[in-house]
Nanobody
Framework: QVQLVESGGGSVQAGGSLRLSCVASALTLRMAWFRQAPGKEREWVAFIDTSTGGTFAANSVMGRFTISRDNAKNTAYLHMNSLKPEDTGMYYC?????????????????WGQGTQVTVSS
């Protein structure tokens, strides 16, 4: 069992930046970030292959958000710039093996409790 702990959420104004962190109790091959706004389904944001460093991001955040990792610390980061009110939501870290294409929640076995991000206009 792998435990994931997120941190770094908060409240910012539009155009601001935040960095989310996800510390895993063990190294996994793939780590991802999802988000969920009130009344909406959970949405994939980005994932990283911790072995190759390859990254993929959703079109809605491409060019603004960057996912990275520090394998020595078993930590993944989500660097969020140019935040918009529509980025508001609970952000979840997920981790697992290379299952599926990495864009779906079902591709991940382990989940964190989430960290809230609120962007005001």
């Amino acid at each position: 069992q792998v435990q994931l702990v997120e941190s770094g959420g908060g409240s910012v104004q539009a155009g601001g930046s935040l960095r989310l962190s996800c510390v895993a109790s063990a190294l996994t091959l793939r780590m991802a970030w999802f988000r969920q706004a009130p009344g909406k389904e959970r949405e994939w944001v980005a994932f990283i292959d911790t072995s190759t460093g390859g990254t993929f991001a959703a079109n809605s955040v491409m060019g603004r958000f960057t996912i990275s990792r520090d394998n020595a610390k078993n930590t993944a980061y989500l660097h969020m710039n140019s935040l918009k009110p529509e980025d508001t939501g609970m952000y979840y870290c997920a981790a697992g093996l290379r299952v599926g294409n990495g864009f779906l929640a079902q591709d991940y076995k382990y989940w964190g409790q989430g960290t809230q991000v609120t962007v005001s206009s």
